[in-house]
């Protein structure tokens, strides 16, 4: 070997040889570390508009401090602020196409893409997603991702009612979430609020007591009674009282089906209560009217949602009606529905606590209203439309008082609801004891 060295014919060819293996090696290895790629060293997760995830994601991109995109989606919404202006808000998200953002000191490929071909046969929305692509072997990146983003999305409607409506086979958000109502500015008769109230905690902390009996974890209320007696505003304010959202079943759609119904209630969002509201509207005594049923949903479609096969888990369901007497004993049987209450004409301890509401340092005055009102038949939001006349002045109220009284005396006077005495009211108001636990009675 010795003579060879130093012979440039071999020195050439050496070289060249090891030309040929370093380019061999680094052939193989750009193969090897594209393969590695391939298949390890890039992270991808894809996140479809099927996917409750998937709004909350859009708005994480959004976030100012990641968010790199030139490509803008504008959204434009109306809210009303805290001293009653109406301020028009535009927000951004990603629009279809390649973006870039950082996340923990990373850079993440983001690309939102929306089929034109493919739309959801049920909503006619089209089919979107957003895959997310980093250099890494390690996918906890999305996990924390994804909770950043659904903590961010439950902050923004932390003191919130989110309301739902059915739309076909899925709940969508209808408007912005609203402000929560406080549960003390729905005034019940007495005691009312705080049976529905107790038995709803006493329901919620029940759940291995259920699960132990083989009994369906799910309640339901009725409230019925007299218009503008606080029915939904109650409903509102407990669920925001509870941090619930709210899902509005519209039984008078059109073209709601069994499928679609059973579908929805199998779908409820989360932390959700369920409310059908005027169900009288819509299914009236079968023997009195056999043709009272709608196209696409029947009597028994919704039966068998209240408590059949297809009735979902964990479900809480307020029903509300101002004519209980006109529905089908079925509906409302023990079982289907658990605790019925009548809201009903303002009666005097409502009246006081209503007036003490507008008027708070006029307690002075409050008897002398209440004796004039009490017994006429006005409802809870016809006083409301009362006190806003003379929102300003406690005296001017009682004045007027014997007027007001005296026009809804005769407006009501043909309510049968009106001549209800206190053991009437009393078995209108029911709960069934069958399902409620009694431990913890
Ligand atoms: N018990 C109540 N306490 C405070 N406000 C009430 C009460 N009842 C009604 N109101 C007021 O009256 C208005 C109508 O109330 P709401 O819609 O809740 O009544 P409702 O019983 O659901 O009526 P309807 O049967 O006609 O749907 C709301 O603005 C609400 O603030």
Redesign the pocket.
């Known amino acids: 070997m010795d003579v060879l060295k130093g012979n440039p014919y071999f020195d050439a060819g050496f070289g060249l040889a090891l030309m040929g293996v370093g380019l061999g090696l680094l052939r193989q290895a750009s193969r090897y570390s594209l393969v590695l790629a391939r298949r390890h060293l890039l992270v991808s997760m894809e996140v479809t508009n099927k996917d409750p995830a998937y709004p909350w994601v859009l708005q994480w991109i959004n976030s100012p401090q990641r968010f790199m995109a030139q490509h803008l989606t504008a959204t434009t919404s109306v809210q009303t602020s805290a001293t009653g202006d109406v301020q028009t808000l535009f927000s951004f998200s990603p629009s279809p196409g390649r973006h870039i953002i950082t996340y923990k000191r990373r850079w993440i490929a983001v690309e939102r893409k929306r089929e034109q071909s493919m739309v959801n046969v049920n909503t006619g929305q089209p089919f979107e997603s957003v895959m997310f692509t980093t250099v890494g072997t390690d996918r906890r990146i999305y996990e924390d991702l994804l909770i950043e983003a659904q903590r961010a999305a439950l902050q923004e409607t932390e003191d919130r009612t989110v309301i739902y409506k059915s739309f076909t086979f899925k709940w969508q958000q209808f408007g912005h979430p609203k402000r929560r109502r406080p549960l003390e500015?729905?005034?019940?008769d007495e005691g009312v609020a705080d049976e529905i109230i107790d038995d709803l905690q006493d329901f919620k902390a029940s759940y291995q007591w259920y699960v132990d009996r083989g009994i369906p974890y799910r309640r339901c209320y009725m409230l019925h009674g007299t218009?503008?007696?606080?029915?939904?505003?109650?409903i509102t304010a407990l669920a925001g009282h509870l941090g619930y959202n709210i899902c509005i079943l519209s039984l008078s759609d059109p073209s709601l089906t069994d499928d679609q119904l059973a579908q929805c209630l199998s779908v409820v969002p989360q932390q959700s209560i369920v409310v059908m509201e005027d169900i009288d509207a819509v299914f009236v005594d079968r023997a009195a009217k056999p043709d009272g049923f709608k196209p696409g949903l029947s009597f028994s479609g919704l039966l068998n949602v209240l408590d059949g096969v297809v009735a979902g888990e964990e479900r809480i369901l307020f029903l509300?009606t101002?004519h209980i007497d006109r529905l089908d004993s079925a509906i409302i049987r023990p079982g289907r529905v658990d605790v019925t209450k009548f809201?009903g004409p303002a009666t005097r301890f409502?009246i006081e606590k209503?007036f003490l509401k507008f008027f708070p340092s006029d307690s002075s005055l409050v008897s002398q209203f209440a004796e004039n009102v009490s017994g006429t038949g006005a409802s809870?939001?016809e006083l409301?439309g009362y006190f806003m006349i003379h929102k300003h002045n406690a005296q001017s109220a009682v004045d007027d008082a014997k007027f007001f009284a005296r026009a809804m005396a005769s407006k009501h006077k043909t309510d049968s609801i009106h001549s209800l005495n206190p053991e009437m009211i009393n078995s209108l108001n029911s709960k069934s004891k069958d399902v409620i636990n009694p431990e913890s009675k």
């Open positions: 500015s729905v005034i019940l218009p503008g007696s606080g029915k939904t505003s109650f509300t101002n809201l409502q209503m809870m939001a409301q």
